[in-house]
């Protein structure tokens, strides 16, 4: 598998009147070969900024290598878009939040992410993802839009107050939750 056989099933799957399933059902796909998968992305470090992580953007599409360290939390955010992941490797916990009518965030759910796992997310989802265990949670990311261009938004993972995604001000937010003890309002 070439990365550019990933470009190419996901953008075929975008162009379906029903993309996110289509790329959920593509995303299953993958989950069989995933060593293939993993191969494919081998020249991404999939760390240390999204130059290093996206390999494709489209408006309707977007595509990245992400890897978690052990210990990492990011703090609330959503896509703009929906979203899709497909855990390549280590363990991953996904924390999902919604605005409530008066705009706070609420807790709604979690789920426990292993190798194979697909998780996809709706446009009006917020989460965190959390690395699970000693080993990088790698994970194949795929948004319904080009997202590093759209209107996002992150929550101060103490306070909780929303603020518009600035990747500056993110990785504070994201050393801070992952000193917590755990997701916001998880405990
Ligand atoms: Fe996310």
Redesign the pocket.
């Known amino acids: 598998m070439h990365v550019s056989d990933l470009v190419a099933r996901l953008s075929a799957a975008v162009r379906s009147d029903k993309p996110m399933m289509a790329a959920h059902d593509v995303l299953l796909e993958l989950a069989k070969e995933r060593d293939a998968v993993a191969n494919a992305l081998s020249y991404l470090s999939g760390r240390g900024g999204n130059a290093l992580q996206a390999f494709y953007r489209s408006p309707e599409l977007s595509i990245l290598k992400v890897s978690f360290p052990s210990g990492r939390r990011?703090p609330p955010?959503n896509?703009g878009a929906w979203?899709a992941i497909l855990l390549l490797s280590g363990a991953e916990r996904n924390t999902f939040y919604r605005r409530d009518a008066d705009g706070r965030l609420k807790r709604t759910g979690e789920a426990l992410l292993e190798p194979g796992s697909v998780l996809p997310m709706a446009a009006s989802a917020a989460?965190v993802?959390e690395c699970i265990g000693d080993e990088p949670a790698v994970g194949l990311?795929v948004y319904g839009g080009n997202v590093l261009g759209v209107e996002r938004s992150m929550w101060d993972p103490d306070t909780l107050e929303e603020h518009p995604l600035d990747w500056t001000l993110y990785e504070e937010f994201a050393q801070r939750a992952s000193r917590a003890a755990s997701a916001p309002l998880a405990g």
Do not use: V
């Open positions: 990011t955010h896509h979203a989460h993802a990311h």
